[in-house]
């Protein structure tokens, strides 16, 4: 989705309003990408950045948040998730380097395909001339290991700093879980978070989706957070 953005682009890509940097708990380890992201965001460093982790790791939480943070700054940003390319076109990444900010989210989508990778070079070699914008890449692996056919590509993205996404422990995740419900007024008991990560599946993506479940159901039932209610309610 474009954001404050000079270049008239229309995406099928919205930004959700809960996926912020203050919303992101950190797996241990990855306070120094948090703070590159920021930083990335609110302009004091022109680079470029790969970001890397499995799928629901938090890479597109995290490119949300870098692009709403910019939003606050009244900086010019772009998000795109390359799992699209096969319904837009690479012109797409031209003049993107007028932009303050821009976040590219699962570029792996694109490796093997001549057009997206040229168009991604081309990108990166008009950042590192202007001099202005911000580009953050993610993946799942790293660039050696995403099967890009165009090895000068590979070789762009590794200029830049490149970070890889720690997985969280369960304690983390319940806290990560407790914070989003805070957040939205609502209080989950210890108890319950563990049995939620007992019994779903322990990415963060699925479980922020089931607490979204839960926190409209609390709202019309009037009831809180308690095993009974969430085994009721998700039918466990």
Not at 37 to 52: D, I, N
Not at 152 to 177: F, I, T
Request: charge should be negative; glycine fraction near 4%; proline fraction near 6%.
């Amino acid at each position: 989705m474009s954001q404050n953005n000079p270049i008239q682009l229309s995406l099928p890509v919205y930004l959700p309003d809960d996926e912020t940097f203050e919303s992101y708990y950190p797996a241990s380890g990855n306070d120094e990408l948090i703070k590159a992201l920021c930083a990335a965001a609110e302009g004091h460093k022109q680079q470029s950045l790969y970001v890397w982790g499995p799928e629901k790791s938090g890479r597109t939480h995290l490119l949300h948040a870098a692009c709403a943070h910019a939003n606050e700054l009244e900086r010019s940003n772009f998000y795109v998730p390359l799992s699209i390319h096969a319904s837009i076109s690479p012109a797409l990444l031209e003049h993107l380097e007028q932009l303050d900010l821009v976040c590219i989210d699962d570029v792996d989508a694109i490796a093997g395909h001549p057009l997206w990778e040229e168009a991604l070079f081309d990108l990166y070699n008009r950042v590192a001339e202007l001099g202005r914008c911000a580009l953050i890449v993610s993946g799942r692996n790293a660039p050696v290991d995403a099967g890009f056919s165009l090895p000068d590509l590979v070789s762009r993205m590794q200029w830049g700093l490149s970070y890889q996404l720690n997985p969280m422990a369960d304690d983390e995740k319940l806290a990560a879980l407790q914070r989003r419900a805070a957040m939205r007024g609502l209080q989950l008991p210890e108890e319950t978070g563990k049995f939620l990560l007992t019994r779903l599946a322990r990415d963060l993506r699925t479980l922020f989706d089931v607490l979204d479940k839960l926190d409209k159901a609390s709202m019309v039932h009037q009831r809180k957070l308690t095993i009974p209610f969430v085994k009721e309610i998700l039918r466990l």
